[in-house]
């Protein structure tokens, strides 16, 4: 369902995923054999179980290999990932590589800095938005909607980065292929919206 591969999945609702795990606590050396294991649910326990500073670049690299399929991917991202001292020195690593998944995680790994990393300063962001415009041009689905929704949340964390992202939106929407084009004009329709506007 929703993407999601069936072979290796039990089919569990992720309440109940988090239920175990809070249930477990934190436990680096478990995560690191329930994610080994290759199963979906595990692996979704291991994230939520992992210790952020225990994580190493290794490891996410590891385990970005073995995305597949965007829910890992974004669980990972924004529950794990995004928590790492190694999460800003990540995405352009990530935004330079070839495998759907992996490239999507380097967006949503933006995308999870953009809502968590409260101290972060703008500059970040804006020396990041040359990776929206260099993921854009990828047609493939689970990157696109990942860069979009990146460029999205950066746009959303005030006003001088909703300038910004405007700015690269509009681009976006004026660049006469598919994807950058789909990305602009989505990204524009939210980032100009009286209800983002106000809230900046």
Known sequence: RYGIPNERAFGLAMRDMKSYAKQIGKDHDLALSLWDSG?????????????????????MDAWAADFDSWAICDTACFHLFDRTRHAWGTVPKWARARGEFKKRAAFAL???????????????????????????????????????????????????????ARDVAARLAADPARAPSWVGRHALRELESERVQTRL
């Open 39 to 59: 199963w979906y649910e595990a692996r979704t326990v291991a994230v939520f179980i992992a210790e952020p500073s225990a994580t190493t670049s290794a490891q």
């Open 110 to 164: 933006l995308w999870g800095l953009s809502g968590h990393d409260k101290e972060a300063e703008d500059q970040r962001f804006v020396d990041a938005l040359k990776w929206i415009e260099h993921g854009a041009q990828d047609e493939r689905l689970y990157v696109k909607k990942s860069v979009d929704m990146a460029l999205r949340a950066i746009g959303k964390r005030n006003r001088t980065l909703n300038d910004a």
